[in-house]
């Protein structure tokens, strides 16, 4: 390795490389702030690019798009509700509760911070423990993996805690809305009421443009505000949440990116459920949990370092076993293997040069990400002066065209106003739109892992019980799953008592929510 | 209001120049369509852009690339087989996907529903284990599979796919039962092979020269060996008669303007026969083979019959 450190580094401060990083940085963000451009598409649009590149230089700058999009993604769901890409859904939970409050520059500034601390630990990940961590992550097959979706749908009944049973019907409709399509296991179409591109299923990311975005435009429309949110940029927010976020949030930072890492490299899930699970492990280990989903800086700080931690994760077995963690690496992959470039241990040895550069880059990357992001979170942040009726034609426009541009195809834009209408319905009578997206998210991982699971049976005479507890990673998996839907009880318990013993009333919290 | 008058009618003028300049000017006078049936950055639309890179070498209008994924490529094929047979929109194809998806999951188009310009890929399917797996031949799973109903774990990349023939094909032909294990993709079906999930797999060479150091390729299912791993053997010369293809190849809208047919036919040939080309597949792993439309169409029909009978078979049509 060390032969390598000092070429890979000579990489790095070539003009031409800290350009692309920049550049890649500043789309990606842009990309994946819009909602309905996701960072799977942005890097995938720029792939063509990389063909006219050096090897070193195009897998620099897919690098960087991927890492701005994921953190861009934030940018939507702190401004706009929005999750500007999957990985973002969590970020909503507390990230728009902190933009209603008057307090988006905080929101942007923790999400910044948190991403570029996510980012790094996973590349740290990356670099010291890719060959133990990708032997490891290859014992999630289909039990592992199926157990670990439930444990993320188990995070319904944490969210909701206060109305259990709305969470779980949202959820339940949910997973009901992604059995449209092809049945994974039979290979045969279901509920596409005669009409074909139905079988296709309904694309995860135009439902949730619609469930987040396009309902949030009606019910502003409907609330006769002037703007979006009372917002006054605060002298010195951005030392004083690097501050917060160095003090208060470090056990919740370094907790989260490590989820983000370890999620991150198993090949059936990505950012989408990273970023669910560390937000749940944060309420979970708080001791005020009850201020989650108001607009608390450890819940949007869990999300967002997680999902940026993922993409290290994810790099780790792309690189050595040729498998992707994510939907972006896959597409990184394919950039690679058109150069010529054979993944696999020896990817370190025989291209050492190029893997190490592309390493550092990413250390690089995440810290450019702070001055880039910082930049470009000014300009966002105007949104929010911009009178809401332009505000909300433009989010039409975006929602439609992001979510045509996703499969180039009619069907999605009606997915779009659909779901904005039941959106908006569903948060009339308070049913929960984020465990909805979690249902539709999480619905088709469930059924195809235990699918794997009813296949695996079969060979060994047993039914699929025989198959869950085979292993000891799904065992612990399934105890921390059923852990996970006790919490809430304990929760209320704790809460009741404490109101209880002091009657001073709950402690301190961020919310004006 | 008379200026807005005289500018309506300039512009109709024009319209009507161009439209019918179109149609007397020689094809291709515009960029032509290229659908492509899946993502971005897939093994099908890296080989599209190899194509592409060579396209601009012989033919003076640009290709623009239009990506419809969905269904296993089905939402793309159905835009192909349902565009303007003008020579204005062409696409990837894949085969068996659009043989199968038409009888299983009653798919718009069928196989008469294109005409083929040529085949670019001939990928063929490969018996694959772990480095460190007990199997050391095609001949040692199979016995282990006879004697062990049902034990031996074979993923699959499927339903309904060229994966999930070959493996009826093998049950049905040396007759033993085993367990197929069914994967969304290749990248899935890679991993659970390493992880031991599955012992066996039956995959794509394009993409076990993904992992290529850490599983053994035991045997390969075409008719002769595959320079990209000349030391595999075929199943032939193992003692089992099985061939199995994966094929990419290009294709227009039935009823395509024979002028444009002949001169797509032309260009793509003129492409397959491009030492840079050639150089290129190889480079990205994409086992080249080169058939004319009429050869391609042949196999494909070929193909059908077969295909027909081992679903029926099998159970899975009727």
Same mark, same amino acid.
């Given at each position: 390795?060390?032969?390598? /450190? ?45 063909? !006219? ?10 690098? !960087? ?15 706009? $509700? ?15 509760? +902190? $933009? ?32 133990? #961590?990708?032997?490891?992550? #290859? ?67 135009? !439902? ?30 951005? +030392? ?13 930072? +370094? ?19 990273? &970023? ?28 967002? &370092? ?16 040729? /498998? ?11 950039? #690679? +293997? ?45 949104? #929010? ?17 992001? &979510? ?22 569903? &948060? ?8 909805? !997206? ?34 000891? /990673? ?40 | ?43 099908? *639309? ?96 199979? =016995? ?25 094909? @093998? ?36 993409? @076990?020269?993904?992992?290529? *150091? ?14 990209? @791993? ?18 990419? =190849? ?5 009823? @395509? ?37 009429? =050869? ?23």
């Amino acid at each position: 390795m060390t032969e390598f /450190i000092v070429p890979a580094l000579g990489h790095l401060i070539e003009p031409w490389n800290i350009i692309l990083m920049v550049a890649g940085l500043t789309g990606g963000i842009i990309v994946g702030a819009l909602p309905g451009l996701t960072a799977t598409m942005g890097v995938a649009l720029m792939v063509p690019a990389t063909f !006219a590149m050096n090897p070193t230089s195009g897998l620099i700058m897919l690098g !960087a798009i991927y890492v701005g999009a994921i953190y861009g993604g934030s940018n939507s769901a702190v401004l706009i $509700c929005t999750p500007g890409t999957p990985s973002s859904v969590a970020t909503t939970f507390d990230g728009w509760p +902190m $933009c209603k409050a008057g307090r988006a520059d905080f929101g942007l500034y923790t999400s910044l911070v948190s991403s570029a601390f996510g980012g790094i630990i996973g590349t740290v990940g990356l670099l010291f423990l890719a060959a133990p #961590l990708a032997r490891f992550a #290859l014992n999630f097959g289909g039990p592992e993996n199926f157990w670990l979706c439930l444990f993320g749908l188990s995070t319904i009944a944490v969210m909701s805690s206060d109305n259990m049973m709305k969470g779980v019907l949202s959820g339940a409709f949910g997973i009901l809305i992604s059995t449209v399509g092809l049945d994974p296991n039979a290979g045969i179409p279901r509920f596409t009421f005669g009409y074909y591109p139905l079988v296709q299923g309904i694309e995860v990311i135009p !439902a949730m443009i619609g469930l987040f975005s396009f309902s949030q435009v009606l019910y502003l429309i409907g609330s006769h505000k002037p703007f979006i949110a009372e917002f006054t940029p605060t002298k010195g927010a951005f +030392m004083q949440v690097t501050r917060e976020l160095a003090t208060k949030c470090k056990v919740v930072l +370094m907790r989260s990116s490590l989820i983000g890492t370890l999620v991150g490299m198993l090949p059936g899930a990505g950012g989408e459920i990273a &970023s669910i699970i560390a937000y749940n492990e944060s309420k979970r280990w708080d001791k005020h949990p009850e201020k989650y989903g108001k607009g608390s800086i450890e819940g949007l700080a869990s999300s967002e &370092s997680a999902n940026n931690a993922v993409i290290g994760g994810a790099l780790i077995p792309m690189l050595t076993l040729g /498998i992707p963690g994510s939907a972006v690496a896959a597409v990184i992959l394919g950039a #690679l +293997m058109a150069k010529g470039i054979q993944p696999g241990f020896k990817v370190f040895t025989t291209t050492g040069d190029l893997a190490y550069a592309f390493i550092f880059s990413q250390f690089a990357v995440n810290l450019l990400m702070l001055p880039v992001g910082y930049l470009l979170a000014k300009v966002m942040a105007k949104l #929010l002066s911009i009178r809401l009726t332009f505000v909300a034609i433009a989010i039409v426009m975006l929602s439609v065209i992001g &979510s045509y541009a996703i499969r180039n195809n009619m069907l999605d834009v009606w997915i779009v106003i659909i779901f904005g209408v039941i959106g908006y319905f569903a &948060s009339r009578v308070s049913l929960d739109t984020g465990a909805m !997206a979690l249902g539709i998210i999480l619905g088709p991982m469930i059924e195809e892992n235990l699918g794997k699971c009813v296949d695996i049976s079969k060979s060994l005479d047993g039914s699929v019980f025989d198959v869950f507890f085979a292993s000891n /990673i799904t065992i612990i998996l399934m105890l921390m799953t059923a852990l996970s839907f006790v919490t809430p009880l304990i929760m209320n318990k704790r809460k009741k008592r404490r109101n209880a013993a002091c009657a001073c009333g709950t402690p301190k919290e961020d919310g004006h929510a | 209001m008379k200026k807005r008058f005289t500018l309506r009618l300039l512009l109709a003028f024009l319209l009507i120049i161009s439209i019918s300049g179109a149609a007397y000017a020689e094809y291709p006078d515009s960029p032509i369509n290229m659908i492509i049936a899946f993502s971005a950055g897939g093994s099908s *639309d890296v080989q599209a852009r190899i194509t592409q890179k060579y396209w601009n070498k012989y033919s003076k209008q640009r290709l623009v690339f239009v990506y419809k994924p969905g269904a296993g490529g089905a939402i793309g094929f159905s835009e192909i087989a349902l565009a303007k047979p003008d020579g204005y929109t062409i696409g990837g194809l894949n085969v068996p996907h659009i043989i199968l998806q038409p009888l299983v999951q009653r798919a718009p188009f069928s196989i008469d529903s294109f005409e083929y310009i040529c085949q670019a890929v001939n990928d063929p399917q490969v018996v694959a284990v772990r480095k460190d797996s007990k199997f050391k031949s095609v001949k040692e799973i199979f =016995a282990f599979a006879a004697a062990n109903p049902k034990k031996l774990r074979i993923g699959l990349v499927g339903p309904n796919s060229g994966h999930h023939l070959m493996f009826l094909e @093998v049950i049905e032909k040396f007759k033993f039962p085993a367990s197929p294990v069914f994967y969304k993709g290749s990248a899935d079906q890679n991993a659970a092979l390493l992880g031991g999930e599955v012992d066996v797999m039956f995959g794509n060479l394009n993409d @076990v020269m993904r992992s290529r *150091d850490e599983l053994n390729i035991l045997g390969i299912a075409s008719e002769k060996r595959n320079a990209f @791993v000349p030391e595999v053997k075929t199943m032939r010369e193992l003692g089992f008669d099985v061939v199995s293809y994966i094929r990419r =190849a290009f294709a227009a809208p039935k009823g @395509v303007d024979k002028k444009a047919l002949a001169y797509l036919t032309d260009v793509f040939k003129k492409i397959a026969a491009d030492p840079g080309y050639l150089a290129d597949m190889k480079k990205a792993g994409q086992p080249e083979e080169y058939l004319d439309g009429s =050869a391609f169409s042949k196999v494909v029909h070929d193909q059908y019959q077969h295909d027909k009978a081992a679903l029926q078979k099998a159970g899975l049509i009727k």
